[in-house]
Protein backbone atom coordinates (compact mmCIF):
# COMPACT_ATOMS: atom_id res chain seq x y z
CA UNK A 1 0.00 0.00 0.00
CA UNK A 2 0.82 3.65 -0.44
CA UNK A 3 0.97 4.45 3.53
CA UNK A 4 1.21 2.91 6.73
CA UNK A 5 -1.39 0.47 8.02
CA UNK A 6 -2.25 -0.47 11.17
CA UNK A 7 -4.88 -2.91 12.31
CA UNK A 8 -7.13 -3.20 13.93
CA UNK A 9 -7.92 0.26 14.19
CA UNK A 10 -10.18 -0.07 17.53
CA UNK A 11 -10.05 -3.15 19.90
CA UNK A 12 -11.96 -3.56 22.99
CA UNK A 13 -10.52 -5.81 25.37
CA UNK A 14 -11.33 -7.01 29.56
CA UNK A 15 -8.64 -5.91 31.63
CA UNK A 16 -6.12 -9.04 32.24
CA UNK A 17 -6.57 -10.28 28.38
CA UNK A 18 -3.80 -10.06 25.92
CA UNK A 19 -3.68 -8.09 22.72
CA UNK A 20 -1.61 -8.11 19.03
CA UNK A 21 -1.59 -4.38 17.54
CA UNK A 22 -0.48 -4.79 13.57
CA UNK A 23 1.69 -2.36 11.84
CA UNK A 24 2.63 -2.68 7.76
CA UNK A 25 5.16 0.17 7.20
CA UNK A 26 5.95 1.81 3.76
CA UNK A 27 7.52 -0.70 2.04
CA UNK A 28 11.49 0.38 1.56
CA UNK A 29 10.60 1.90 4.71
CA UNK A 30 13.99 0.15 6.87
CA UNK A 31 13.39 2.44 10.37
CA UNK A 32 9.56 1.30 11.95
CA UNK A 33 8.72 3.04 15.33
CA UNK A 34 5.77 2.80 17.90
CA UNK A 35 4.01 5.70 19.77
CA UNK A 36 1.20 5.79 21.82
CA UNK A 37 -0.98 8.77 22.75
CA UNK A 38 -3.21 8.94 25.84
CA UNK A 39 -5.92 11.49 26.56
CA UNK A 40 -5.20 14.50 25.99
CA UNK A 41 -1.55 13.83 26.04
CA UNK A 42 1.15 14.35 23.57
CA UNK A 43 2.81 11.06 21.53
CA UNK A 44 5.07 8.61 23.33
CA UNK A 45 7.74 6.97 21.91
CA UNK A 46 7.85 3.01 22.88
CA UNK A 47 10.25 1.13 20.59
CA UNK A 48 12.39 1.65 17.60
CA UNK A 49 13.19 -0.60 15.19
CA UNK A 50 15.67 -0.24 12.28
CA UNK A 51 15.26 -3.94 10.21
CA UNK A 52 14.50 -6.48 12.64
CA UNK A 53 16.38 -5.56 15.62
CA UNK A 54 15.10 -2.80 18.29
CA UNK A 55 17.97 -0.33 19.39
CA UNK A 56 15.82 1.50 21.75
CA UNK A 57 13.50 -0.07 23.43
CA UNK A 58 13.26 2.63 26.20
CA UNK A 59 10.08 3.90 25.87
CA UNK A 60 8.58 0.60 26.73
CA UNK A 61 6.31 1.34 29.93
CA UNK A 62 6.23 -2.46 31.35
CA UNK A 63 7.36 -5.83 30.96
CA UNK A 64 3.62 -6.56 30.07
CA UNK A 65 4.93 -4.65 26.46
CA UNK A 66 6.69 -6.40 23.62
CA UNK A 67 7.39 -6.18 20.06
CA UNK A 68 8.58 -8.37 17.27
CA UNK A 69 9.54 -7.19 13.90
CA UNK A 70 10.11 -9.53 11.24
CA UNK A 71 11.27 -9.79 7.70
CA UNK A 72 12.25 -5.93 8.06
CA UNK A 73 8.05 -4.95 7.70
CA UNK A 74 5.41 -6.03 9.44
CA UNK A 75 5.99 -5.37 13.06
CA UNK A 76 3.38 -6.67 15.81
CA UNK A 77 2.91 -4.73 19.77
CA UNK A 78 1.81 -7.06 22.36
CA UNK A 79 0.47 -6.24 25.34
CA UNK A 80 -0.01 -8.66 28.12
CA UNK A 81 -2.70 -8.77 30.79
CA UNK A 82 -3.63 -5.53 29.88
CA UNK A 83 -4.70 -2.74 32.28
CA UNK A 84 -7.33 0.26 32.27
CA UNK A 85 -4.16 2.64 32.27
CA UNK A 86 -3.36 0.98 28.87
CA UNK A 87 -6.17 2.55 27.55
CA UNK A 88 -4.81 4.84 24.55
CA UNK A 89 -4.34 5.26 20.79
CA UNK A 90 -1.25 3.09 19.40
CA UNK A 91 -0.06 4.86 16.55
CA UNK A 92 2.97 3.48 14.41
CA UNK A 93 5.20 5.04 11.55
CA UNK A 94 7.80 4.51 9.31
CA UNK A 95 10.73 6.19 7.90
CA UNK A 96 14.21 5.58 5.82
CA UNK A 97 16.88 5.16 8.56
CA UNK A 98 18.87 7.96 10.00
CA UNK A 99 19.28 11.72 8.73
CA UNK A 100 16.92 14.17 8.81
CA UNK A 101 13.85 11.69 7.83
CA UNK A 102 10.08 12.38 8.55
CA UNK A 103 8.52 9.95 10.06
CA UNK A 104 5.32 8.82 8.18
CA UNK A 105 2.42 7.82 10.41
CA UNK A 106 -0.86 5.01 10.22
CA UNK A 107 -4.11 5.52 11.81
CA UNK A 108 -3.52 4.35 14.88
CA UNK A 109 -5.26 1.27 16.61
CA UNK A 110 -7.62 2.54 19.59
CA UNK A 111 -7.40 0.23 22.56
CA UNK A 112 -9.73 0.50 25.22
CA UNK A 113 -9.46 -1.64 28.33
CA UNK A 114 -12.52 -2.37 30.14
CA UNK B 1 10.36 15.85 32.52
CA UNK B 2 8.71 17.14 29.83
CA UNK B 3 11.49 18.33 26.96
CA UNK B 4 9.30 19.41 24.20
CA UNK B 5 6.51 22.37 25.84
CA UNK B 6 3.33 23.70 23.31
CA UNK B 7 1.96 25.75 25.99
CA UNK B 8 -0.86 27.05 24.34
CA UNK B 9 -3.54 24.00 24.57
CA UNK B 10 -5.71 25.78 21.94
CA UNK B 11 -5.87 28.77 19.35
CA UNK B 12 -8.64 30.30 17.45
CA UNK B 13 -8.01 32.57 14.48
CA UNK B 14 -9.82 34.09 11.47
CA UNK B 15 -10.22 32.87 8.46
CA UNK B 16 -7.42 34.62 6.23
CA UNK B 17 -5.50 36.18 8.74
CA UNK B 18 -2.22 34.33 10.45
CA UNK B 19 -1.59 31.28 12.77
CA UNK B 20 1.74 31.15 14.84
CA UNK B 21 1.79 28.19 17.25
CA UNK B 22 4.74 28.06 19.53
CA UNK B 23 6.51 25.02 21.10
CA UNK B 24 9.75 25.55 23.47
CA UNK B 25 12.51 23.09 23.99
CA UNK B 26 14.70 21.97 26.75
CA UNK B 27 17.60 19.66 25.53
CA UNK B 28 20.32 21.41 23.67
CA UNK B 29 21.32 18.57 21.80
CA UNK B 30 18.18 18.54 19.33
CA UNK B 31 18.67 19.44 15.96
CA UNK B 32 16.06 18.59 14.04
CA UNK B 33 12.60 19.77 14.59
CA UNK B 34 9.36 18.43 12.88
CA UNK B 35 5.72 19.56 12.74
CA UNK B 36 2.88 17.15 12.46
CA UNK B 37 -0.94 18.22 11.99
CA UNK B 38 -3.63 15.45 13.51
CA UNK B 39 -7.06 15.43 12.49
CA UNK B 40 -9.26 13.24 14.78
CA UNK B 41 -9.14 9.72 14.07
CA UNK B 42 -6.11 10.20 11.74
CA UNK B 43 -2.72 9.63 12.35
CA UNK B 44 -0.55 12.78 12.13
CA UNK B 45 0.52 14.19 9.42
CA UNK B 46 4.52 15.80 8.29
CA UNK B 47 3.77 19.27 7.57
CA UNK B 48 7.53 20.94 7.66
CA UNK B 49 11.05 20.37 9.13
CA UNK B 50 13.83 22.87 10.05
CA UNK B 51 17.85 21.53 10.85
CA UNK B 52 19.22 23.35 13.78
CA UNK B 53 21.69 24.98 10.91
CA UNK B 54 18.87 27.14 9.76
CA UNK B 55 16.74 29.86 11.41
CA UNK B 56 13.92 29.72 8.98
CA UNK B 57 12.32 26.88 6.60
CA UNK B 58 9.04 28.08 4.27
CA UNK B 59 6.70 25.61 2.24
CA UNK B 60 3.78 27.32 0.85
CA UNK B 61 1.83 28.99 3.73
CA UNK B 62 3.83 27.51 6.09
CA UNK B 63 6.89 28.52 7.89
CA UNK B 64 8.84 27.61 10.95
CA UNK B 65 11.48 29.71 12.37
CA UNK B 66 13.82 28.58 14.97
CA UNK B 67 15.78 30.74 17.71
CA UNK B 68 18.30 28.40 19.31
CA UNK B 69 19.42 30.58 21.47
CA UNK B 70 15.92 31.30 23.41
CA UNK B 71 15.44 27.35 22.07
CA UNK B 72 12.40 28.20 20.63
CA UNK B 73 10.55 27.43 17.51
CA UNK B 74 7.07 28.72 16.16
CA UNK B 75 4.93 27.49 13.45
CA UNK B 76 3.51 30.31 10.76
CA UNK B 77 0.47 29.87 8.42
CA UNK B 78 -0.65 32.56 6.42
CA UNK B 79 -3.39 32.83 5.45
CA UNK B 80 -5.11 30.41 7.49
CA UNK B 81 -7.29 28.34 6.31
CA UNK B 82 -10.50 26.56 7.84
CA UNK B 83 -9.06 23.30 6.66
CA UNK B 84 -6.21 24.21 8.70
CA UNK B 85 -8.15 23.27 11.78
CA UNK B 86 -6.76 20.56 13.74
CA UNK B 87 -4.24 19.65 16.62
CA UNK B 88 -0.64 20.52 15.60
CA UNK B 89 2.37 18.69 17.48
CA UNK B 90 6.13 20.04 17.43
CA UNK B 91 8.59 17.40 17.64
CA UNK B 92 11.82 17.31 18.13
CA UNK B 93 15.04 14.54 17.50
CA UNK B 94 18.90 14.17 18.04
CA UNK B 95 20.46 13.05 15.33
CA UNK B 96 23.02 10.13 15.66
CA UNK B 97 20.92 9.47 19.19
CA UNK B 98 17.84 7.56 19.29
CA UNK B 99 16.15 8.06 15.93
CA UNK B 100 12.61 8.95 18.43
CA UNK B 101 10.99 11.70 18.54
CA UNK B 102 9.98 14.09 21.48
CA UNK B 103 6.75 15.52 20.88
CA UNK B 104 4.72 18.16 22.75
CA UNK B 105 1.26 17.55 23.86
CA UNK B 106 -0.01 19.49 20.74
CA UNK B 107 -2.19 22.82 20.25
CA UNK B 108 -5.52 22.83 18.93
CA UNK B 109 -5.84 25.43 16.57
CA UNK B 110 -9.59 26.45 15.06
CA UNK B 111 -9.65 28.70 11.71
CA UNK B 112 -12.80 30.32 11.73
CA UNK B 113 -14.84 31.33 8.64
Known amino acids: GAGVSQSPSNKVTEKGKDVELRCDPI?????LYWYRQSLGQGLEFLIY????????KSGLPSDRFSAERTGGSVSTLTIQRTQQEDSAVYLC????????????FGPGTRLTVL | DQQVKQNSPSLSVQEGRISILNCDYT??????FLWYKKYPAEGPTFLIS?????DKNEDGRFTVFLNKSAKHLSLHIVPSQPGDSAVYFC????????????FGKGTKLTVNP
Open chain 1, 93 to 104: ASSFPFGYNEQF
Open chain 1, 27 to 31: SGHTA
Open chain 1, 49 to 56: FQGNSAPD
Open chain 2, 27 to 32: NSMFDY
Open chain 2, 50 to 54: ISSIK
Open chain 2, 91 to 102: AAKTQGGSEKLV
